[in-house]
């Protein structure tokens, strides 16, 4: 089945600067690969995504890119702000509805 | 728009019980998958249902069973709880199955003690 591993586990950025999440995937299948933020006592709730035939997306501070051969796709935060500061999920799917979690990235944004 | 409803929010229960957790997807979506959520870890798939059937199954065990009725609704059983089972447990739904965004609800935290 697919592996997704996430790095770094833990993340600490001034406010202003720029936060960078990194996810590797192991199914050459998977074709779908969304980014989730999850606050505490909530569940995950999905900031951006990219399809598998898009290299790069953004929206507004947000960005993804996607690199197919190498097999491993970033999270880009610009300009962070302390409403930034939560746990962050990268995942990847196949096709079958079916998500592969990374283990989660907790960025904290330092006012 | 309501989003992903659960319920219960919290639920406490003793080693051998069973729970049964219920999940209310957006209006219009038609698939429904479960994921379970230890503390410190990712989500993983338990279920996936769309148009009332199973279309995808993770790798837990027999006790855990899901169902899916006519109103798109579904709900979870877990029966003969372990201590393991204690997690939160994540409703996510899509207009289809497939590839398609996943919307998740706030989820329902069960402790089994």
């Known amino acids: 089945g697919e592996n997704v591993e996430q790095h770094p586990s833990t993340l600490s950025v001034q406010e202003g600067d720029s936060a960078v999440i990194k996810c590797t995937y192991s199914?050459?299948?998977?074709?779908?690969f969304p980014w989730y933020k999850q606050e505490l006592g909530k569940g995950p709730q999905l900031i951006i995504d990219?399809?598998?035939?898009?290299g790069e997306k953004k929206d507004q501070r947000i960005a993804v890119t996607l690199n197919k051969t190498a097999k491993h796709f970033s999270l880009h935060i610009t300009e962070t702000q302390p409403e930034d500061s939560a746990v962050y999920f990268c995942?990847?799917?196949?096709?079958?509805?079916?998500?592969?979690f990374g283990t989660g990235t907790r960025l904290t944004v330092i006012p | 728009d309501a989003g992903v409803t659960q319920s219960p929010t919290h639920l406490i229960k003793t080693r051998g019980q069973q729970v049964t957790l219920r999940c209310s997807p957006i209006?219009?979506?038609?698939?429904v998958s479960w994921y379970q959520q230890v503390l410190g870890q990712g989500p993983q798939f338990i279920f996936q249902?769309?148009?009332?059937?199973?279309?995808g199954r993770g790798n837990f065990p027999d006790r855990f069973s899901a169902r899916q009725f006519p109103n798109y609704s579904s709900e979870l059983n877990v029966n003969a709880l372990l201590l393991g089972d204690s997690a939160l447990y994540l409703c996510?739904?899509?207009?289809?199955?497939?590839?398609?965004?996943?919307?998740f609800g706030p989820g329902t935290r069960l402790l089994v003690l």
């Open positions: 996510a739904s899509s207009l289809a199955g497939g590839g398609k965004t996943q919307y």
């Open positions: 199914d050459s299948a998977s074709n779908y």
């Open positions: 990219i399809r598998s035939n898009v």
């Open positions: 995942a990847a799917e196949t096709g079958a509805n079916n998500l592969f």
């Open positions: 209006s219009g979506h038609k698939s």
């Open positions: 249902y769309y148009e009332k059937e199973e279309r």
